[in-house]
């Protein structure tokens, strides 16, 4: 298996410096994730969120995910992690993500009726670093129209939404390793635990 090293001495510096000045300047981009390829917005520009919207042709009632890259960033993201969520975290082998009671700093339209925001560290490389270099959150839904089914590789993604996205991220498009999305789980201020994917 490739290990991280070898990945980042393959890394294209000027694939990623594109990709986080498209997110500062409120575009959206398809990258790799720790699961499945996503289509991705800083995820504190409301107007940036509503193209991701309209690109896949979801109504903004359903909330999409939220990717930081690192436990710093999480805590910066929500209100309070409950104690529950920090020991479901150290004990995931899979991608986990958690929905939170009250994040903080995300853009209105990303949240759920009732005010929470699904949220994942991500440990993949490209991911995990763009998360640190743009110093935000950023918005991680499949990239698929909404309705159709989730792309497990790259080659899988529809020409609809590889011309809708500013940018397409170069890093890992020949990666054939089909992914999942990850298991989600609720988890409220008071500690109660709902599993929902």
């Known amino acids: 298996m490739e290990t991280e090293r070898n990945q980042e001495e393959r890394y294209d510096r000027e694939d990623m410096a594109r990709a986080v000045e498209i997110l500062k300047q409120g575009g959206i981009i398809l990258y790799p994730t720790d699961t499945v390829w996503g289509i991705g917005c800083d995820a504190t520009n409301t107007e940036a969120v509503k193209k991701i919207y309209d690109l896949k042709k979801r109504s903004d009632a359903k909330s999409m995910l939220v ?33 939170y009671d009250r994040p903080r700093g995300l853009a209105v339209n990303l949240l759920a009726d009732d005010g929470s925001a699904g949220i994942r560290i991500t440990s993949e490389l490209f991911s995990r670093t763009l998360c640190s270099r743009l110093r935000r959150p950023i918005v991680s839904t499949s990239a698929n129209v909404s309705g159709k089914k989730t792309p497990a590789v790259f080659s899988d993604i529809d020409d609809e939404i590889i011309d809708g996205v500013d940018y397409v991220v170069r890093f890992r498009q020949e990666d054939s390793s089909r992914r999942k999305s990850s298991n989600i789980i609720k988890v409220s201020d008071s500690g109660v635990i709902k599993v929902i994917r």
């Open 67 to 99: 990717l930081v890259g690192s436990e710093g960033e999480l805590q910066r993201t929500v209100e309070e992690v409950p104690e529950a969520a920090w020991m479901l975290i150290e004990a995931a082998v899979n991608p986990l993500t958690i929905i």
